[in-house]
């Protein structure tokens, strides 16, 4: 028979390890749903893994679009989901109507998909921001991918540095244009800083100059209603 002191030692060193196996796991669990749902964005709203519109999401559109008029909706990027009685859906989206000339602008789009699969168009937030024609000498161009790299990423953090008034997090690439440098049209997340604002959504434009300088030289937001 093993003395008292040498069982509770063990005893005290299987609870210890069985603590920390306690903690890894959980730590790997929380772990993974970061990873798969990604971090809260403007209260309630959960931002995407990826801002790419895929077959799924064009799908979803295209299912609250059935005997819409008036209006064209495309998606630009994905942004950010909602859990309700359903679920919201909130996309970057070019909107341009079917019976004028007048030019397309862009939007924040909610679809709320119900219990049962259908999809519609519950809120649409315009900016006064148009979207400029595609395949001007000069002009803006469509990315490649709507992924913020990590170039893109270290040139925010540059334009940061010494701004005062919000906290502007890149969330998709929107546009590029070829100057005396590089613009950057980014949908971004922009929390002011004073107490009580609230943090929005704005198409920011990112100036990096021949020499990697970097600053903000224009920020439009959404309507608030």
Same mark, same amino acid.
């Given at each position: 028979?093993?003395?008292?002191?040498?069982?509770?030692?063990?005893?005290?060193?299987?609870?210890?390890?069985?603590?920390?196996?306690?903690?890894?796991?959980?730590?790997?669990?929380? *772990?993974? %749903?970061?990873?798969?749902? #990604?971090?809260?964005?403007?209260?309630?709203? +959960?931002?995407?893994?990826?801002?790419?519109?895929?077959?799924?999401?064009?799908?979803?559109?295209?299912?609250? &679009?059935?005997?819409?008029?008036?209006?064209?909706?495309?998606?630009?990027?994905?942004?950010?989901?909602?859990?309700?009685?359903?679920?919201?859906?909130?996309?970057?989206?070019?909107?341009?109507?079917?019976?004028?000339?007048? %030019?397309?602008?862009?939007?924040?789009?909610?679809?709320?998909?119900? &219990?049962? #699969?259908?999809?519609?168009?519950?809120?649409?937030?315009?900016?006064? &921001?148009?979207?400029?024609?595609?395949?001007?000498?000069?002009?803006?161009?469509?990315?490649?991918?709507?992924?913020?790299?990590?170039?893109?990423?270290?040139?925010?953090?540059?334009?940061?540095?010494?701004?005062?008034?919000?906290?502007?997090?890149?969330?998709?690439?929107?546009? +590029?244009?070829?100057?005396?440098?590089?613009?950057?049209?980014?949908?971004?997340?922009?929390?002011?800083?004073?107490?009580?604002?609230?943090?929005?959504?704005?198409?920011? +434009?990112?100036?990096?100059? &021949?020499? #990697?300088?970097?600053?903000? *030289?224009?920020?439009?937001?959404?309507?608030?209603?």
């Amino acid at each position: 028979m093993q003395p008292k002191g040498v069982i509770m030692r063990k005893i005290v060193v299987i609870a210890a390890v069985a603590v920390t196996a306690c903690l890894v796991l959980g730590l790997t669990g929380c *772990s993974k %749903k970061t990873q798969q749902e #990604g971090p809260e964005v403007l209260g309630g709203w +959960t931002r995407t893994a990826s801002p790419a519109v895929t077959s799924e999401v064009q799908a979803l559109m295209d299912k609250a &679009l059935e005997g819409f008029t008036g209006a064209m909706y495309k998606p630009v990027a994905y942004v950010a989901t909602q859990v309700v009685s359903g679920k919201n859906h909130l996309l970057l989206c070019t909107v341009s109507s079917v019976a004028t000339d007048a %030019k397309a602008t862009y939007a924040m789009v909610t679809l709320y998909e119900d &219990l049962q #699969g259908n999809v519609t168009i519950s809120d649409v937030k315009k900016s006064e &921001l148009d979207v400029p024609p595609a395949g001007l000498m000069g002009g803006w161009q469509a990315p490649e991918s709507v992924e913020v790299d990590v170039d893109l990423e270290a040139a925010f953090e540059k334009a940061s540095e010494g701004w005062t008034g919000s906290a502007i997090t890149p969330v998709a690439l929107v546009g +590029t244009q070829v100057v005396a440098g590089m613009n950057y049209r980014v949908l971004c997340t922009v929390a002011p800083v004073e107490s009580g604002a609230q943090a929005h959504w704005a198409l920011v +434009t990112l100036y990096k100059d &021949l020499q #990697g300088g970097c600053t903000f *030289s224009d920020i439009v937001n959404f309507a608030t209603e």
